[in-house]
């Protein structure tokens, strides 16, 4: 990577965190507001309050304007079954900044595109049912422009980056007794780890212990017994295509179920076991209520950063490292309306993956320029640029995964969990094409090689009442019916596709009532299609996780071209390469984050307290 790059993504991305206006409340009643921008276009508007409903990312949008005298005085936007921390934010935020432009010329938030559009045509909708054009009210606004202060603070440890990573380095070093701050650039935390949908890989640990002695079927009993750290770090270097780094993969492994217990000891346990996509085996640790892992740890970490009294600095993006004749002293930083300085002991990178930054996966890979991404629009590699200032070194960067359930309209992952739990994949022939639990980039290859390159997942009702699957139909993503012909309808199937599909269906349910053998060799998940009503999504495969990154030690110390340690330079998770090798396996990116997340914390403390 160029300098010249670097430089010039790392000042997209201070005019990213720019873009975020200040912070307004949901409800701002009955506000001052003077004379305003918008208020020439309003002036002929009766006072009221004034409606318009769209549809969200996860259910109904409302948006509710009140005008009085000619002007805006209140916002009112609700939307309640918008993801948490990205539509919830949009809800949360869109209205003040509206009502403090007295126009529709606002910034909506990066991020939660879905929620955002629908926020603003319903508040467009508002806008016209009070007689306005509202374009009319686009042009204009009442923001003049920032000037930034300069603020120096001073700290311990310095994490930058909110996802799963950083909380986890953030809780760990506070728990140590450290001074911490953490900066975030978006307006809410979580990062991609928001979106992990399955679960956490761990081995030796006391749940699967329960659950083996729980198990009924002795399969499944034998599999969980089997499930070791030794066959963990086996199928995790298998996935990677043995180019792991075997050191990362055993601290990850052998510290997995340490960092299970230390996610319940935080109040985020992990009781349910599943078996582990591309293996046959049961690592993957899931929280009880069935939600997805990714929204559940976000919200317990977030909850305990709050109990510790770490307060996240958001819209804060980090620029550079401080480097003091060759150690990290900590980071430059900017808000919308602030330029820091932050001194500090030792400095922590947990800014996540590259997979939002085209330009950069366009240069190890042509064919990715235009595809769709998983990833939240943070995801751009900052981090890496940072360290790379300081002399670090990089692997694997070439080695991009691709997921093969992504919903292509708003590249939304559908679980591996579903498949976990017996969906199957047809292409548009209503034909199965592959052992639909391979590795992801097996299967995203298979798919890739079907007729327009799309298929289907096909589940029927078994989980239906879980929040994973319930939140998939809010969202739109499924076609429905009683029975399977019905759904080959639904799917639009032509006869011969419908009479295909009915077939494969029949000759999964013997396979998994042991009547045959799996036609494509698939031995996990093997659970009946045989509950109506089912369902079907149209899923491709998207950009999900850059398995390359900075080269770390199982210290998570940051090294140099040469190998040597950058002091008081850490780093954990996504942002970091050698863990996953060629292509990681599910559930291993919550066990990097937990894990490298508080080896980072414990040691640049450690660092810190020198
Ligand atoms: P991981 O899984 O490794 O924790 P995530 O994607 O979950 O990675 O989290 C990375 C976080 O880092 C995201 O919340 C992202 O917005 C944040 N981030 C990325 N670049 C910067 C930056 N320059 N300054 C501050 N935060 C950043």
């Known amino acids: 990577m160029k300098n010249k790059q670097s430089k010039g993504i790392l000042s997209l991305i201070v005019v990213v965190a720019m873009m975020f206006a200040v912070v307004f409340g949901v409800k701002v009643v009955g506000s001052n507001t003077t004379a305003s921008a918008g208020s020439s276009v309003l002036a002929n508007v009766a006072d009221g309050t004034y409606t318009g409903q769209t549809k969200g990312f996860g259910g109904d949008i409302i948006a509710e304007v009140t005008i009085e005298g000619g002007a805006i005085t209140d916002v009112k936007v609700t939307g309640d079954s918008e993801t948490e921390g990205l539509g919830g934010v949009a809800v949360e935020k869109i209205p003040g900044r509206v009502l403090e432009a007295q126009s529709l010329n606002v910034d909506t938030v990066s991020g939660a595109t879905v929620s955002s559009t629908a926020i603003m045509d319903a508040l467009r909708m508002a806008f016209e049912s009070a007689g306005v054009n509202p374009d009319d009210l686009v042009g204009v606004t009442n923001e003049g422009p920032k000037e930034k202060t300069e603020e120096t603070l001073d700290c311990d440890v310095v994490i930058v980056g909110a996802g799963g990573a950083g909380m986890a380095a953030a809780i760990t070093a506070k728990q140590e007794g450290k001074n911490v701050i953490i900066v ?32 009924e079927d002795e399969e499944v009993k034998e599999a969980i017994l089997d499930s070791t750290v030794e066959n963990y770090i086996k199928d995790t270097i298998a996935g990677g ?52 892992v990714g929204e559940f740890l976000v919200k317990s970490f977030s909850q305990t950063l709050e ?33 820091y300085t932050i001194n500090a002991k030792s400095v922590i990178l947990a800014t996540g993956g590259f997979g939002a930054n085209f330009d950069l996966m366009a240069s190890y890979d042509p064919s990715l320029a235009n595809a769709v991404t998983t990833n939240t629009p943070a995801a751009t590699g900052d981090g890496i ?78 989980y239906a009442e879980e929040k994973l699957y319930q939140k998939y139909v809010s969202n739109g993503l499924t076609v429905e019916a009683d029975s399977i012909e019905g759904l080959a309808d639904a799917m639009g199937f032509d006869a ?17 009532k042991g009547e045959q053998e799996d036609e494509f060799g698939r031995n996990n998940g093997l659970v009946t299609l045989d509950e109506g009503p089912f369902f079907a999504i149209k899923i491709a495969p998207g950009i999900h996780h850059t398995m390359g990154g900075l080269k770390i030690n199982t210290n998570t110390e940051v090294l ?21 090798g060629g292509n990681r396996i599910g559930g291993n990116a919550v066990a990097d984050i937990v894990v490298y997340g508080r080896i980072a914390g414990k040691n640049a403390s450690d660092f810190a307290s020198k």
């Open 560 to 580: 140099d071209k040469d190998g040597k340690v950058i002091p008081g330079l850490f780093a954990a998770g996504e942002v970091t390469g050698g863990v996953h």
């Open 241 to 292: 295509h043995d180019i792991n780094d075997p050191e990362l993969v055993r601290t990850m492994a052998e510290q997995s179920s340490a960092a299970v217990d230390w996610l319940e000891s935080i109040g985020a346990p992990l009781p349910t076991l599943a078996p582990t996509g591309g293996t046959v085996h049961y690592y993957l640790h899931e929280p009880e209520d069935g939600s997805a």
């Open 385 to 462: 640029f940072m360290a790379e200032e300081m002399g670090a070194d990089t692997v694997d960067m070439e080695y991009i995964q691709l997921h093969p359930t992504v919903f292509q309209e708003n590249g939304l992952l559908v679980s591996e969990r579903l498949r976990s739990n017996g969906a199957i994949l047809v292409n548009k022939e209503g034909k199965r094409f592959t052992n639909d639990l391979a590795t992801r980039d097996a299967v995203s290859q298979a798919e890739l090689k079907q007729p327009d390159a799309f298929a289907y997942i096909v589940y029927d009702s078994k």
């Open 307 to 339: 109990d510790l009294g770490i307060e996240v600095m958001l819209e804060t993006a980090a620029t550079e490292i401080i480097n003091q004749d060759g150690k990290a002293a900590g980071i430059k930083a900017e808000s919308p309306d602030k330029i």
């Open 496 to 512: 011969t596709a419908k009479e295909n599909f009915v077939k494969a269906v029949e000759s999964w349910n013997k396979a998994c």
């Open 184 to 215: 975030e650039k978006m307006p809410y935390v979580g990062g991609n780890t928001t979106k992990a949908s399955g679960g956490m890989n761990a081995a030796g640990t006391k749940e699967q212990k329960a659950a083996a002695e729980a198990a």
